[in-house]
């Protein structure tokens, strides 16, 4: 089992920027790659990025690109998304994934986070 435990969402205004923490627990955690989906109301949960524990090779959806930092930091078993230059269509619940291959979907998740809300006002 894998335990994923995300912190830093807020309210903040277009423009602002945001980190998001994910914290990671269990046995074999390590083995899988992680990432953040995240899901806006009334639509369906989508791939925003992914990094590797081991080399740190990343991957982005094209929406955030330039704008979001995904990394790792391994002595603490945490993964980070900064986001800057926040949109107001940035609003969602972002949720912590660790799975493999994430960048197809959300069927290559095996393990998720509870989610936290990410408000932006325009």
């Known amino acids: 089992q894998v335990q994923l435990v995300e912190s830093g969402g807020g309210l903040v205004q277009a423009g602002d920027s945001l980190r998001l923490s994910c914290a990671a627990s269990?046995?074999?955690?390590?083995?899988?790659?992680m990432g953040w989906f995240r899901q806006a109301p009334a639509k369906e949960r989508e791939f925003v990025a992914t990094?590797?524990?081991?080399?740190?090779?990343?991957y982005y959806a094209d929406f955030v690109k330039g704008r979001f930092t995904i990394s790792r930091d391994i002595a603490k078993n945490t993964v980070y998304l900064q986001m800057n230059s926040l949109k107001p269509e940035d609003t969602a619940v972002y949720y912590c994934?660790?799975?493999?291959?994430?960048?197809?979907?959300?069927?290559?998740?095996?393990?998720w986070g509870q989610g936290t809300q990410v408000t932006v006002s325009s």
């Open positions: 994934a660790a799975g493999q291959s994430m960048r197809i979907g959300v069927t290559r998740v095996d393990y």
């Open positions: 269990g046995r074999t955690f390590s083995s899988y790659a």
């Open positions: 990094i590797t524990w081991s080399g740190g090779s990343t």
